[in-house]
């Protein structure tokens, strides 16, 4: 019998990975090279061969995933934007303003419908206030940009709605028979009450018809049928009051806030405006009301002063 003593050493397999590893799908340069495991046998299973040899590659190959986020691959956050459209500075203070409008012991005529339409419906009165006076459909002007685009539909002799803000204009016909409206310049918020200039015709042939209209920039537009029926708009920073007589600003920022209040013309009755200004804290709510009181017999409609956002 041979003497296993001298039996010749018995030497381990070189044990190799298959194939480098291809690290240019995720992160771009790990260090990482083809492995080659030499040695002896450490409990090498020697019926499969490469155990160890994929265990070390795939160690490395974890290890090289935790590079540093740069800062091209960081998120980016979306810009924020106030009421119609005004950027808003994350570091920038900011509070609300809710403004109501009102205009007590309204006179009954102006409650009242003027007569009726050529189509014979009755005409929109002047206006309908609240029970506590609150005036609806008055704009609420602030120093700034109007952005969107306002949408008026033409009914039968009527217009909807009565007030609105917008950069540009997009009127749609409701009816099933041509129309023709006139569109007016009516002044900007420094001149609410300027005679209408540059009329145009529009026209609209069929229902769902739909025509629109670039706007310049801060100013003030009436459109009207030929029934007398009429809507405002406003191609600068404002709000249309809500049923109740009330607009609510938001990311104001904090210090004083000039607002006007105006109640454009309609149904023979001249345009009212007021101006006002409150205080506007971090966080909080600032709150202001403000009365279209009729002025005295030989008083402008509109109060003398700066408008929002114009030159002293």
């Known amino acids: 019998m041979n003497d296993p003593k001298l039996a010749p050493p018995r030497h381990a397999p070189v044990v190799t990975a298959p194939h480098p590893i291809d690290t240019h799908g995720s992160d771009h340069d790990h260090g990482i090279v083809p492995v ?28 090289g995933g935790n590079k540093a986020r740069t800062v091209d ?26 403004i109501r409008v009102e205009w007590p012991d309204v006179p009954v005529a102006l409650r009242a419908s003027p007569g009726r339409t050529p189509c014979n419906t009755p005409r929109s009165p002047r206006l309908a206030p609240t029970t506590t006076w609150g005036v609806p459909d008055a704009f609420v002007l602030a120093e700034g940009k109007a952005t969107g685009t306002a949408r008026i539909v033409a009914g039968e002799c009527a217009l909807s709605p009565r007030a609105v803000v917008g950069a540009s204009l997009e009127i749609v016909s409701a009816v099933d028979h041509p129309i023709k ?17 540059n009329p145009r015709t529009i026209e609209l042939p069929i229902a769902g018809h739909e025509v629109t209209v670039a706007l310049d920039d801060g100013a003030i537009y009436e459109l009207a049928t030929d029934g007398g029926e009429t809507t405002w708009i406003v191609a600068a ?4 009051t809500d049923a109740t007589g009330q607009v609510h600003y938001r990311d104001v920022p904090v210090g004083p806030f000039a607002v006007t209040a105006w109640l454009p013309p309609r149904n023979g009755d001249p345009g009212h405006a007021t101006r006002g200004k409150l205080e506007v ?4 709510l600032g709150e202001l009301t403000l009365g279209l009181v009729p002025p005295a017999a030989g008083s402008p409609a509109v109060p003398p002063g700066p408008a929002p956002g114009s030159p002293p």
């Open 36 to 63: 080659h495991v030499h040695g002896h046998d450490h409990g090498i299973d020697h019926g499969h061969g490469h155990g160890h040899g994929y265990l070390i590659l795939l160690l490395l190959a974890a290890c």
């Open 73 to 98: 691959d960081a998120p980016r956050a979306p810009v924020a934007h106030g009421d119609a459209g005004v950027p808003r500075d994350a570091a920038v203070a900011t509070g609300e303003a809710q």
């Open 181 to 197: 409206l006139a569109l007016s310049r009516r002044g900007d918020p420094a001149h609410l009450d300027a005679a209408a200039t």
């Open 237 to 240: 920073r404002a709000l249309v």
């Open 281 to 284: 804290a971090t966080g909080a």
